[in-house]
T-cell receptor
């Protein structure tokens, strides 16, 4: 049963530290999304890639967040420096282009910045 | 500002009762989806609707897309405790060329035995 995997599942860090979250999309899926979920804002799209190229990262604070896809099996989201307001659950999702927008979500990384 | 408004925000019912949750917008969508999310997990896609007036059924769940493609509803018949979760709707705006989904804030459904 193919699934999106994310690591780490939980991360607690101090303000100012760098945080890196990783995602392995489902094999054969060429579109990858990064979302952030909080109680206040709900699920927000941060960035997404198609065939490893960034298509839209307008939802992401550019001064501290960066997203990359070094290869087709790995997507990363980095926060440097982290701030308490970055505390949230970060989800990665992947989609096979042409599959009627069927996104498959990973289990998320719960980030707490103290 | 949420492009998609979901109501109610919270719903608590007894097992066996029916429930309906709503997803409304002033925008026209080319595609709309419903997800269910359980604690500690990512959202799981339940259905995609693309045609105005479309009705889809998934066991005890009935999904309807409004004729104008601006709203949708999810009806659960004879709810069971396993239906407990956060129900999210997500839509791709008709004017969005990239196929980017925007999510509503969700309806938390609790079904008690």
């Amino acid at each position: 049963d193919a699934r999106v995997t994310q690591t780490p599942r939980h991360k607690v860090t101090e303000m100012g530290q760098e945080v890196t979250m990783r995602c392995q999309p489902i094999l054969g899926h060429n579109t990858v999304f990064w979302y952030r979920q909080t109680m206040m804002q709900g699920l927000e799209l941060l960035a997404y890639f198609r065939n490893r190229a960034p298509l839209d990262d307008s939802g992401m604070p550019k001064d501290r967040f960066s997203a990359e896809m070094p290869d087709a099996t790995l997507a990363t989201l980095k926060i440097q420096p982290s701030e308490p307001r970055d505390s949230a659950v970060y989800f990665c999702a992947s989609e096979r282009t042409g599959a009627s927008y069927e996104q498959y979500f990973g289990p998320g990384t719960r980030l707490t910045v103290t | 500002t949420q492009l998609l408004e979901q109501s109610p925000q919270f719903l608590s019912i007894q097992e066996g009762e029916n429930l309906t949750v709503y997803c409304n917008s002033s925008s026209v969508f080319s595609s709309l989806q419903w997800y269910r999310q359980e604690p500690g997990e990512g959202p799981v896609l339940l259905v995609t609707v693309v045609t105005g007036g479309e009705v889809k059924k998934l066991k005890r769940l009935t999904f309807q897309f409004g004729d104008a493609r601006k709203d949708s509803s999810l009806h659960i018949t004879a709810a069971q405790p396993g239906d407990t979760g956060l129900y999210l709707c997500a839509g791709v705006s008709r004017t969005d060329s990239w196929g980017k989904f925007q999510f509503g804030a969700g309806t938390q459904v609790v079904v008690t035995p």
